[in-house]
């Protein structure tokens, strides 16, 4: 017998079975859970006024939960752990991600998984609450206002486009025309602007001669600087 089998040998039988108490494995499952649920209500909170998938609240929950049953599991068997990081490396995840945001909670609930899975439930509450105030703060904080986005049906005219550009410029810092569509005599105008005095653009609008509609919508996608 060699040196690598005697370090082979001894490595093994220090970490294959490395046992944890029924009791402490309850005791982790259950702190996960309730740092699970406050992720869930974080979460729910913070896409109260955007699209909001229950599904995807409800598998952040449970991802922290299984994170946290792998390390566990990892934990007591060292030889066991070789196996599983062989097997979870085929598994491949296909679900688009189109929020950000829900990359950021993904990555939450995992890491919570394995703060409480390895024991460490300090880490997983200090990083929640810290990362709870962190989001919540740059939420609320103001780094620019939306644009508005105008649409003008109105009869087709030179004249008359040149009149609508005019209100336009007098009532708005900012505005970038998004559509000009023509069709059988009729004007579709769709325009980007930052506007101070809605009510009195669209009244003055609406008093011009040959314009039919006039709509001034806010919206709470991209922010133009």
């Not at 229950?54 to 939960?65: G, K, P, Q, Y």
């Not at 509450?125 to 939306?146: E, K």
């Not at 569509?181 to 009244?203: A, C, F, P, Y």
Request: proline share 1%; charged share 15%.
């Amino acid at each position: 017998m060699n040196f690598s089998d005697i370090f082979r040998n001894s490595f093994l039988e220090a970490f294959s079975h490395n046992e944890v108490a029924t009791g402490e494995v309850i005791v982790i499952l259950l702190s996960t859970c309730v740092v699970a649920l406050y992720i869930f209500g974080v979460y729910r909170l913070l896409t109260r006024k955007t699209f909001y998938s229950r599904n995807f609240n409800i598998s952040l929950a449970a991802l922290a939960v299984i994170t946290a049953i792998v390390i566990l599991t990892v934990q007591s068997n060292i030889v066991l752990s070789l196996g599983m990081v062989g097997a979870l490396s085929i598994v491949r995840f296909r679900t688009a991600i189109k929020d950000p945001m829900d990359l950021v909670f993904l990555f939450w609930a995992i890491s919570v998984g394995i703060s409480c899975g390895a024991g460490m439930l300090e880490i997983a509450v200090s990083g929640s609450l810290i990362l709870t105030v962190l989001i919540f703060a740059l939420d609320r904080l103001p780094m620019a206002r939306a644009a508005m986005i105008l649409v003008v049906n109105a009869e087709a005219g030179r004249g008359q486009i040149e009149q609508i550009m005019e209100l336009v410029k007098k009532y708005s810092r900012y505005f970038k025309v998004k559509s000009r569509n023509m069709t059988s005599g009729q004007l579709d105008l769709v325009v980007e602007l930052w506007v101070s005095k809605e009510e009195e653009l669209t009244e003055q609008l609406s008093g011009l001669e040959g314009v039919h509609s006039v709509s001034l919508m806010s919206h709470d996608g991209e922010v133009t600087f």
